[in-house]
């Protein structure tokens, strides 16, 4: 079933109130990939109704009031991206185009939409039940952050909203905890993933640097965030406070998932489909409709990336039998043509990896786990994945099974056992035509601001890959994505990783994206104070012509390209 987005089909389900009003910046797609539709169907299972009104009216209340008001609480989300990067390119342009919205046009998503969508709540009902903010953009937004649309440092997101709470990171287990709070008149404050507003200061905390501090001082806004990086973990991290004019943000720990959680999150049935009373097509749909979630979390520590912001380092993997469970269930849909898109999670090849010290006590705050090269206490070994991938594709109606999401050349060739099988099996049944990798970059040093490794791995995968390729018979590519303009390039920088694609590639790329920043990651903080990691002066560039032209530079276009090929 959809959850209901009229009072016509809570009519029908026989409702006469509901508990959780769901607002959302996304068309409701009911579908594993959409925070709405898992928040929504994991508090149903647990005996909560839930409505959903999708990306409302904001001015007027004809969408805003069509259910009245919850018996417990609105939960608010701007929908699966951030909506300034949503609605804005990383040269400040407007999008015209969204996937998340019907027919493609970008017109439905308010800028700020957990601001916009509290305030249109609280215009037509003055004294309501809480308000709780979650998904991506509470979550990179829940502390005193960088905004790049405006050049300056913001408040926490609670504050400019005036909402009573946010949950931060993925939010099942809070999001129930909370409804079952309320609904037994019980204190919410004490919720692991919560933050909240207070005039007084909790005892046992990490005392973050002011907010009016951190909007003066750029060392102190650096300080902050390596405060707030290092009690990202679960099994490590301190409640931390903000004092932010008279009062203070709270911000609870995090909260621990493992695999046995992930699994019983994951026994739920989907539609696969936009909710029929929504007109439009919506594009998101096609890459997720047969796609299937296998892990979640990413331990890659890449600066620029905000999935460990809110998945976690730590990786949970779901059981084969739940996902082959899911498949089947796929198989038997209308209309399924034998594809799956995709078996993947943040990264295609971390599947069932762990590493002990994680399990016990966190991730390590003074190292990464792939960065200069892979730890050896990460079990990198890749025959778990290997035995989803034969199973999966043994399932009865499956004809080819993708795998879309990124791969992590580094952990394929430090698997010195089950490493290449893995390369050959990916050549052999899971590529469409294209396989898709990150070097991200070339440069030595820009591949150190990105916490990134040297190339050495990724060469080697696709000098394996192609010779599996061609054992095969099959015409395949490997499709590349760069960053250009991430702290630390300059023009020279960018030439080298041009130097190398054409030395090493036999392809010019086409998807290079110039550097987003993103709140709450490192590149960001480096972006704005200047300040690498470790507290060191690093070149950032603000130029949007400069940006434009390193840009053309690594795709080796325009005519800075060809002066110097001239040279």
Not at 27 to 46: M, N, Q, R
Not at 297 to 311: D, E, K, L, R, Y
Not at 333 to 357: A, E, L, R, W
Not at 379 to 388: C, G, S
Request: net charge positive; hydrophobic share 35%.
């Amino acid at each position: 079933m959809f959850l209901p987005v009229s009072m016509e089909e809570v009519k029908k389900l026989g409702w006469d109130y509901i508990d959780v009003i769901i607002v959302t910046g996304d068309a409701y797609i009911d579908s594993p990939f959409s925070g709405t539709a898992v928040i929504g169907k994991y508090l149903l299972k647990h005996g909560f109704r839930v409505a959903v009104i999708s990306q409302p009216d904001t001015e007027s209340d004809k969408d805003i009031t069509i259910f009245g008001e919850p018996r417990l609480f609105w939960g608010i989300n701007a929908g699966c991206v951030d909506s300034l990067i949503a609605n804005y390119t990383a040269t400040g342009k407007p999008r015209k185009m969204c996937d998340f919205t019907p027919n493609g046009i970008n017109n439905k998503r308010p800028d700020r939409a957990l601001i916009v969508y509290t305030g249109l709540i609280r215009r037509f009902y003055k004294n309501t039940k809480p308000i709780l903010l979650g998904g991506i953009e509470a979550s990179l937004r829940r502390i005193a952050h960088y905004d790049f649309k405006t050049d300056k440092v913001r408040r926490s997101i609670l504050f400019d909203s005036k909402a009573d709470y946010i949950i931060y990171g993925m939010g099942e287990l809070p999001v129930l905890e909370f409804a079952n709070a309320l609904k037994n008149n019980e204190n919410v404050k004490n919720i692991k993933g919560l933050c909240y507003i207070s005039k007084e200061l909790c005892d046992n905390t990490v005392i973050l640097p002011h907010y009016e501090e951190v909007l003066q001082d750029k060392k102190l806004f650096h300080k902050m965030f390596k405060l707030f990086s290092d009690n990202s973990q679960a099994h490590s991290a301190k409640t931390l406070v903000q004092k932010t004019g008279d009062r203070y943000l709270i911000q609870n720990p995090p909260v621990y998932y493992n695999d046995d959680i992930l699994d019983e999150i994951s026994d739920i049935e989907f539609e696969r489909a936009v909710h029929p009373k929504i007109e439009g097509k919506v594009k998101a749909l096609e890459t997720i409709k047969t796609s299937v979630i296998s892990h979640r979390g990413c331990f890659g520590g890449c600066s620029f990336c905000a999935i460990a912001v809110h998945q976690g380092r730590q990786v949970i993997s779901r059981s084969i039998s739940s996902i082959e469970k899911e498949v089947n269930s796929i198989v038997n849909m209308k209309g399924f043509n034998g594809i799956i898109s995709d078996i993947g999670g943040p990264t295609g090849n971390m599947y069932m990896m762990k590493c002990k010290k994680m399990e016990k006590s966190g991730a390590c705050n003074h190292k990464r786990c792939l960065y200069p090269e892979v730890c050896n206490g990460m079990n990198t070994d890749h025959k778990p994945l290997l035995n989803l991938l034969e199973k999966i594709r043994s399932i009865k109606g499956i004809k080819k099974v993708f795998v879309t999401s990124g791969i992590r050349a580094d952990l394929a060739v430090h698997d010195k056992i089950n490493g290449k099988k893995y390369i050959e099996a990916i050549a052999k049944n899971h590529v469409s035509g294209q396989l898709k990798m990150a070097p991200e970059s070339a440069d030595e040093k820009v591949l150190k601001a990105m916490k990134k490794p040297d190339n050495k791995s990724f060469l080697e995968f696709c000098r394996i890959y192609k010779e599996y390729s061609r054992k095969f018979h099959k015409n395949q590519f490997i499709s590349c994505y760069f960053i250009a303009a991430h702290p630390e390039e300059s023009e020279q920088k960018a030439f080298n990783t041009h130097n190398f694609i054409e030395k090493y590639l036999d392809f010019s790329p086409e998807q290079v994206q110039i550097f987003t920043p993103a709140p709450s990651t490192w590149s960001t903080c480096a972006y704005y104070t200047g300040l690498d990691e470790e507290g060191k002066d690093i070149y950032i560039e603000k130029h949007l012509n400069r940006k434009e032209k390193y840009k053309e530079i690594i795709m080796g276009k325009g005519k800075i390209h060809k002066n110097y090929k001239r040279k």
